[in-house]
Nanobody, 116 residues
Framework: QVQLVESGGGLVQPGGSLRLSCAAS????????MGWYRQAPGKQRELVALITSGGITDYADFVKGRFTISRDNAKNTVYLQMNSLKPEDTAVYYCKAVYGTYGSSWGQGTQVTVSS
């Protein structure tokens, strides 16, 4: 099992920045990739960005050039740096880890609200 704890959400004005953190514990050696997803009210959960165990990253088109996913292996933590935030980025952001053959875990979610 892998446990995930997110932090860093909050209220920010349009054009502002936030950094989300996702701390992993448990069977971290078996993690294949970690990703950030988001879910806005009335919408499906969608992938925002992911980073593989080899350091390869990928982003949804709607965040390319604005968001950056990174990791600190010493802290077992993955970050999502969000710049140039827009009101449409408002959502609950979730961290997900995929590990082993079929395992996956979700964090509890952190609210990001972009509003003036």
């Amino acid at each position: 099992q892998v446990q995930l704890v997110e932090s860093g959400g909050g209220l920010v004005q349009p054009g502002g920045s936030l950094r989300l953190s996702c701390a992993a514990s448990g069977r971290i050696f078996s993690i294949n990739f970690m990703g950030w997803y988001r879910q806005a009210p009335g919408k499906q959960r969608e992938l925002v960005a992911l980073i593989t165990s080899g350091g390869i990253t990928d982003y949804a088109d709607f965040v390319k050039g604005r968001f950056t996913i990174s990791r600190d292996n010493a802290k077992n933590t993955v970050y999502l740096q969000m710049n140039s935030l827009k009101p449409e980025d408002t959502a609950v952001y979730y961290c997900k880890a995929v590990y082993g053959t079929y395992g996956s875990s979700w964090g509890q979610g952190t609210q990001v609200t972009v509003s003036s």
